[in-house]
């Protein structure tokens, strides 16, 4: 059975940093696309940031770009995704997620089949 578990979150001052942990069970995490997505209360889901399986090219929202990094650890079947300079706008409930591997990286919430169970981020001063 796939099995996605996030951890790392947490409360955090503003320009503070946390990073984030997806770790697989079940599957083989270097086989699939990943992707982190957040949900702040009231708003549609949205994709942060994805990598590609094969080549580790990655994809990330405007918002985020510059400031959060994606990365993979393939020998602990793990997922990352490092945030520095959190803004109060970055508060959210944080999810990965596993999709089969394709071009261009999909980052549509919809194009993705296996999800963890979330994360909560909270950036306040």
């Known amino acids: 059975q796939l099995h996605l578990v996030e951890s790392g979150g947490g409360l955090v001052q503003p320009g503070g940093s946390l990073r984030l942990s997806c770790a697989a069970s079940?599957?083989?995490?270097?086989?699939?696309?990943i992707g982190w997505f957040r949900q702040a209360p009231g708003k549609e889901r949205e994709g942060v940031s994805c990598?590609?399986?094969?080549?580790?090219?990655?994809y990330y929202s405007k918002s985020v770009k510059g400031r959060f990094t994606i990365s993979r650890d393939n020998a602990k079947n793990t997922v990352y995704l490092q945030m520095d300079s959190l803004k109060p706008e970055d508060t959210a409930v944080y999810y990965c997620?596993?999709?089969?591997?394709?071009?261009?990286?999909?980052?549509?919430?919809?194009?993705?089949?296996?999800w963890g169970q979330g994360t909560q981020v909270t950036v306040s001063a």
């Open positions: 079940g599957f083989t995490l270097n086989y699939y696309d």
């Open positions: 990598i590609n399986n094969m080549d580790e090219s990655t």
């Open positions: 997620a596993a999709t089969g591997a394709r071009s261009p990286i999909p980052h549509i919430p919809d194009e993705y089949d296996y």
